[in-house]
């Protein structure tokens, strides 16, 4: 049975990755980077983001999350990222997150021979004894770049898109910071991560380069 851990900063590849593997193996693939961005999205839609009991009402909705419904859902706004790196700071949530992914892993390791996730603390704590370990990361222009194609705005003034790579640049900086400092579960390697940067690679040479390793051709 095949633990694939994938972790790395935002728009680095890592999910396109995570599909990719998950497509070639038959793998479950989780991008565990939504749990947090649907509570998020849940706290704003309720608009309980500067209540006292913030953590108590992230983890009550928490408890009741079904990943497998998670899947379809987009929740790619930067005011739903931002928030999710805030709650993603609160360690009695991250407990009860830990336990779903680590559950799904369990459970689709056993079914399917492997299992895949993505995220920013799979290889260190989610999946410590993974077979296979990838840090994933890219200059913040880069991912900055990759974010705004996501967009997939159509028509946009020159000096327009200059301000939203720039926003977005800072909010990535931001994220990247927040999620690297934090006392709990820190965005950081794992010991026997490979360490790869895509910024002059693209997503098939990265899923080539991926593979190779995991079929012990490098
Ligand atoms: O991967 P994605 O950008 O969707 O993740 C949103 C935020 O959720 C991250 O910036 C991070 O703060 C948090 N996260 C986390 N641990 C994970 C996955 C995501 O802390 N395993």
């Known amino acids: 049975m095949i633990e694939i851990a994938i972790d790395g900063t935002?728009?680095?590849?890592?999910?396109?990755?995570?599909?990719?593997?998950?497509n070639k193996y038959n793998f479950p693939y989780l991008d565990t980077g939504i749990?947090?961005?649907?509570i998020a999205s849940y706290i704003i839609k309720e608009n309980i983001n500067n209540t006292s009991d913030l953590e108590?009402?992230?983890?009550?909705?928490?408890?009741?999350?079904?990943?497998?419904?998670?899947k379809n859902e987009n929740?790619?706004?930067?005011?739903?990222?931002?928030?999710?790196?805030?709650?993603?700071?609160?360690?009695?949530?991250?407990?009860?997150?830990?336990?779903?992914?680590?559950?799904?892993?369990?459970?689709?390791?056993?079914k399917y021979g492997g299992c895949i996730l993505d995220g920013r603390d799979i290889g260190t704590i989610?999946?410590?004894?993974?077979?296979?370990?990838?840090?994933?990361?890219?200059?913040?222009?880069v991912r900055a770049k990759r974010r705004l194609l996501e967009k997939n705005i159509s028509f946009l003034h020159e000096n327009d898109e200059k301000c939203m790579l720039l926003n977005l640049i800072n909010n990535m900086r931001e994220r990247d910071k927040l999620d690297s400092i934090r006392k709990i579960s820190p965005?950081?390697?794992?010991?026997?991560?490979?360490?790869?940067?895509?910024?002059?690679?693209?997503?098939?040479?990265?899923?080539?380069?991926?593979?190779?390793?995991?079929?012990?051709k490098k």
């Not at 989610?126 to 222009?141: G, M, R, V």
């Open 56 to 70: 108590k009402q992230c983890c009550d909705f928490a408890q009741n999350l079904i990943l497998e419904e998670l």
């Open 35 to 38: 749990l947090y961005r649907k």
């Open 10 to 22: 935002a728009a680095s590849g890592k999910g396109t990755l995570g599909k990719k593997l998950s």
């Open 75 to 110: 929740l790619r706004t930067e005011i739903v990222a931002k928030l999710a790196a805030k709650i993603a700071t609160f360690p009695d949530l991250r407990k009860i997150l830990n336990n779903k992914q680590k559950e799904f892993n369990k459970i689709n390791k056993k």
């Open 126 to 141: 989610i999946l410590p004894n993974a077979d296979f370990k990838f840090f994933i990361t890219a200059s913040l222009e």
């Open 187 to 216: 965005l950081v390697p794992a010991k026997d991560a490979y360490i790869i940067d895509t910024s002059l690679i693209n997503a098939q040479e990265l899923f080539f380069k991926v593979s190779n390793i995991i079929e012990g």
